[in-house]
């Protein structure tokens, strides 16, 4: 059956729209970020400062910062240790439930990807939370797919409830919910919230979410700001690099977040750097790749830009790497 496609800059049903240009600056912002236009100079002027502006940090995105990769390391380490000390903080993905109703070109999770799907029961979820605590971690990250049907509110609210038993920090990586949901779930014992809007590109947005409300490009820019009104500690933020322009991309979702920082200056903020990797699908959407060297630039440029967000690496990354 051929589905109708939505358009993906308006809102479905249901989908709460909240009063914030924020948005609308990053997009602009985006379109107008050129990266060949800056030189070593640029560098080396932005690597003298103490504090790094906006326009600084469009510089060390840009491929001219990439021979600068051990000079903006060890200011990038200096920042960390000034802030963080010596220390790696750890936590673990969880996932709950894997049923997914969205169609995304890049993913193994859509809905029409032939695998085994499960929502565990309260029990096979205590279950769970029992044996990654008595590890002796402290945080965990509970995930579901995108499918309100088969892990509607409600059940992550009991399972959130369920960790914050076992666990002093509890993060969710779920669908986008409005912000009466988003505080249901912080009355339930939720801190954080991850979401990660793929691409900034609304163009290559549309081609690789065919349909679901995945699809809607807004709702899923504004989660974040959503979260934070309703009473959550923190919020994440990533691009999926490769998806497009990794480079403008992760200017956006760099931007992005300063902005919320500097409107919710509460907030604590994070960043994610997943990377396309081989997988599935990967036929259909033909990624640009995106190396090691390219995503520590990234990792850095947000430090330095930054300095107060907390950074994850995924474990899907080499160890050496890490």
Request: hydrophobic share 35%.
């Amino acid at each position: 059956m051929q589905r109708k496609r939505v358009d993906h800059m308006q809102y479905m049903d249901g989908m709460e729209a909240i009063d914030s240009d924020i948005m609308e600056k990053v997009l602009a912002a985006r379109e107008q970020y050129n990266y060949e236009q800056y030189t070593s100079r640029d560098v080396e002027k932005v690597l003298n400062k103490e504090q790094l502006s906006l326009e600084d940090y469009r510089v060390i995105l840009s491929p001219a910062a990439l021979p600068f990769l051990e000079e903006m390391a060890k200011k990038a380490m200096a920042e960390t240790r000034k802030h963080f000390g010596n220390s790696i903080s750890l936590f673990t993905p969880l996932y709950i439930a894997n049923y997914c109703e969205n169609e995304c070109v890049y993913c193994g999770f859509k809905a029409t990807n032939k695998i085994n799907r499960a929502t565990l029961s309260f029990d096979e979820g205590e279950d769970e939370l029992k044996a990654i605590a008595a590890t002796g971690l402290k945080e965990i990250l509970l995930l579901t797919g995108e499918s309100r049907q088969k892990s509607d509110v409600e059940y992550i609210g009991k399972t959130v409830k369920l960790a914050a038993k076992y666990f002093s920090t509890v993060g969710i990586e779920i669908y986008p919910l409005n912000s009466d949901e988003y505080r249901f779930l912080q009355s339930c014992g939720a801190d954080f919230v991850s979401v990660y809007q793929e691409t900034y590109n609304t163009d290559t947005y549309e081609k690789v979410h065919l349909w679901g409300s995945k699809r809607i490009f807004p709702y899923r820019f504004h989660a974040q700001e959503r979260a934070l009104l309703g009473g959550m500690r923190g919020v994440s933020f990533g691009a999926l690099l490769g998806l497009d322009d990794f480079r403008k991309d992760a200017f956006a979702a760099g931007l992005h977040a300063h902005l919320i920082q500097q409107k919710y200056p509460h907030a604590e903020i994070g960043f994610s750097v997943p990377r396309l990797r081989p997988y599935k699908n990967n036929a259909e959407n033909g990624p640009k790749d995106v190396h090691e060297k390219q995503l520590l630039q990234v990792m850095l440029a947000y430090r330095l830009l930054m300095p107060y967000a907390g950074i994850t690496i995924s474990t899907r990354e080499r160890a050496c790497s890490r």
